[in-house]
């Protein structure tokens, strides 16, 4: 009974190309974010949406656009592709929006070539 | 500009002994704090947190300490056991934005 899972786990494209990752929760949350963790390890907030309202917005290239259909999915497409995108992407859920403990995926591993 | 700081990247210790991991911020807006273990190829684990109105957070073997003043928290794990090897990661909360330290490395020798 995974309670956030992401697809896929590895993703390996080219430069220029187009990718989309799926995020889904299964604890009723009504908060979900992503996080990328590049090279060096560090976590980093890109986005957070709250009953699919996009509440949290970090400095992102434009090319990065989440969507949440419904409040147990958000989902991360990325157009262009560059090789810097490389990274982790991690999503996950909240309670609420508030000060709360949030629970993490597995995590992507994108590797652009 | 790191807000949240942890300044040893790797801890050595004996199973049984106790593991102290130590974590800075600096701002003073964040009200609540976390610590995640990370094991290779998974995703963050929630270990224990607390609200910026105590000071001391206690879960089985897993104590968080929490000194407001000097903008320092630490995780105590006593006893120390091998499956407690892993990354972690301190976390500060503002509102529901979480920021991350860079984690510190546990290796726990049998």
């Known amino acids: 009974d995974t309670a956030v899972s992401q697809t896929p786990k590895y993703l390996v494209t080219q430069m220029g190309n187009d990718k989309s990752i799926k995020c889904e929760q299964n604890l009723g949350h009504d908060t979900m974010y992503w996080y990328k963790q590049d090279s060096k390890k560090f976590l980093k907030i890109m986005f957070s949406?709250?009953?699919?309202?996009?509440?949290i917005n970090e400095t992102v290239p434009n090319r990065f656009s989440p969507k949440s259909p419904d409040k147990a999915h958000l989902n991360l497409h990325i157009n262009s592709l560059e090789l810097g995108d490389s990274a982790v992407y991690f999503c996950a859920s909240s309670h609420s929006g508030g000060a709360e403990t949030q629970y993490f995926g597995p995590g992507t591993r994108l590797l652009v070539l | 500009d790191q807000q949240v700081k942890q300044n040893s990247p790797s801890l050595s210790v004996q199973e049984g002994r106790i593991s102290i991991l130590n974590c800075d911020y600096t701002n003073s807006m964040f009200d609540y704090f976390l610590w995640y273990k990370k094991y290779p190829a998974e995703g963050p684990t929630f270990l224990i947190s607390i609200s910026s109105i105590k000071d001391k957070n206690e879960d089985g073997r897993f104590t968080v300490f929490l000194n407001k003043s000097a903008k320092h928290l630490s995780l105590h794990i006593v006893p120390s056991q091998p499956g407690d090897s892993a990354v972690y990661f301190c976390a500060a909360s503002e509102g529901n934005k979480l920021t991350f330290g860079g984690g510190t490395r546990v290796l726990v020798k049998p």
């Open positions: 949406y709250n009953n699919k309202e996009l509440i």
